[in-house]
């Protein structure tokens, strides 16, 4: 079992900054390849962001690329994601999710076996 916590959400203005951090425990950090995934009202819960299990390798959205940057710490066992230029649309709640490494997708939700709670991220216009 992977127990995850999201922190640093908030209210901002647009193209101003937020970053998100993911605290995980229970079983070892490193095994796992984690994601941040985000879900506005009314919409179904999209891919933001990927990490492998070392950092080597990222992976974004289109919709963020650029803007939003995923990193991990393994020995402090907290991924992160720093979120500049923020606009409107950025607008959700923000999920981090661990999957083991040997899954398929790092695309989708369902790959997924561990989840957050969520942390609320606002960004007004």
């Known amino acids: 079992q992977v127990h995850l916590v999201e922190s640093g959400g908030g209210l901002v203005q647009a193209g101003g900054s937020l970053r998100l951090s993911c605290a995980a425990s229970?079983?070892?950090?490193?095994?796992?390849?984690m994601g941040w995934f985000r879900q506005a009202p009314g919409k179904e819960r999209e891919f933001v962001a990927a990490?492998?299990?070392?950092?080597?390798?990222?992976y974004y959205s289109d919709s963020v690329k650029g803007r939003l940057t995923i990193s991990r710490d393994n020995a402090k066992n907290t991924v992160y994601l720093q979120m500049n230029s923020l606009k409107p649309e950025d607008t959700a709640v923000y999920y981090c999710?661990?999957?083991?490494?040997?899954?398929?997708?790092?695309?989708?939700?369902?790959?997924?076996?561990?989840w957050g709670q969520g942390t609320q991220v606002t960004v007004s216009s």
């Open positions: 999710a661990a999957q083991p490494r040997r899954r398929n997708s790092i695309y989708t939700a369902s790959e997924y076996d561990y």
């Open positions: 229970g079983r070892t950090f490193s095994n796992y390849r």
């Open positions: 990490i492998s299990w070392n950092g080597g390798y990222t």
